[in-house]
């Protein structure tokens, strides 16, 4: 399934989410991270790690010739039609920077890369959080269920999100959690208040996002 990408920020494919780099271990060296942009992110990773071999997916045909210049392979088109043509049993860590949320079936795009994984492969992931107080407060109190051109209401995703539902999609296709914590915090008062009124049963909504590790439960 293929969305309407052309309405998007001037930087959507050119993020280089720093915040993500402590996720991937520094001795892995064979990546692959689906949705690549421009390759920025992957183009850092390889940067750090000599000898190593960073490929790419990215739907978007410009921003997968660009990512082209600068990892050491990149295949344009959907993740879905391109899984077929990776190798089997080849890459230590596949990365999706918020990009499962754009699928239509996240769960069986995770069903199939596990057989392209090497022993001991990794998924890392940033999803968006549905929950953030933001939304929770616009669709609970205001009654509104808006479509953005970006962001967790952004109209070209087709899945939504919490901290739970991450992780039961990953168990569910047979991969341990290694770790799940939220990322890129709001700086407002208004979820610290909110948790002390409810007691800390809110304490996932502060999160714009959640970061998964899991390995493939052989």
Same mark, same amino acid.
């Given at each position: 399934?293929?969305?309407?990408?052309?309405?998007?920020?001037?930087?959507?494919?050119?993020?280089?989410?720093?915040?993500?780099?402590?996720?991937?271990?520094?001795?892995?060296?064979?990546?692959?991270?689906?949705?690549?942009?421009?390759?920025?992110?992957?183009?850092?990773?390889?940067?750090?790690?000599?000898?190593?071999?960073?490929?790419?997916?990215?739907?978007?045909?410009?921003?997968a010739a660009e990512a082209a210049q600068k990892l050491d392979k990149v295949l344009s088109g959907s993740v879905e039609s391109?899984?077929?043509?990776?190798?089997?049993?080849?890459?230590?860590?596949?990365?999706?920077?918020?990009?499962?949320?754009?699928?239509?079936?996240?769960?069986?795009?995770?069903?199939?890369?596990?057989?392209? !994984?090497?022993?001991? *492969? +990794?998924?890392?992931?940033?999803?968006?959080?549905?929950?953030? &107080?933001?939304? #929770? %407060?616009?669709?609970?109190?205001?009654?509104?269920?808006?479509?953005?051109?970006?962001?967790?209401?952004?109209?070209?995703?087709?899945?939504?999100?919490?901290?739970?539902?991450?992780?039961?999609?990953?168990?569910?296709?047979?991969?341990?959690? !290694?770790?799940?914590? *939220? +990322?890129?915090?709001?700086?407002?008062?208004?979820?610290?208040? &909110?948790?002390? #009124? %409810?007691?800390?049963?809110?304490?996932?909504?502060?999160?714009?996002?959640?970061?998964?590790?899991?390995?493939?439960?052989?």
């Amino acid at each position: 399934m293929h969305q309407n990408l052309e309405v998007k920020p001037e930087d959507y494919y050119t993020l280089s989410r720093p915040e993500m780099m402590k996720y991937i271990p520094k001795e892995s060296k064979v990546i692959l991270e689906v949705g690549c942009g421009q390759g920025n992110f992957a183009y850092a990773l390889k940067q750090q790690r000599q000898e190593s071999e960073v490929w790419g997916i990215e739907l978007a045909e410009d921003e997968a010739a660009e990512a082209a210049q600068k990892l050491d392979k990149v295949l344009s088109g959907s993740v879905e039609s391109q899984i077929p043509k990776l190798p089997d049993n080849h890459f230590e860590v596949v990365i999706f920077n918020d990009v499962l949320e754009h699928l239509l079936d996240p769960y069986s795009v995770l069903q199939q890369l596990k057989s392209k !994984l090497k022993p001991g *492969g +990794i998924v890392v992931s940033s999803i968006p959080n549905i929950r953030y &107080f933001r939304n #929770l %407060f616009d669709f609970v109190w205001r009654k509104n269920w808006d479509y953005t051109d970006n962001g967790i209401m952004d109209k070209t995703h087709f899945r939504f999100f919490t901290v739970k539902s991450i992780r039961k999609m990953y168990e569910g296709q047979g991969y341990n959690v !290694l770790q799940h914590e *939220g +990322i890129n915090a709001t700086k407002s008062i208004k979820p610290l208040l &909110f948790n002390i #009124l %409810f007691l800390g049963r809110f304490s996932d909504i502060k999160y714009l996002q959640f970061a998964t590790v899991a390995q493939f439960a052989e």
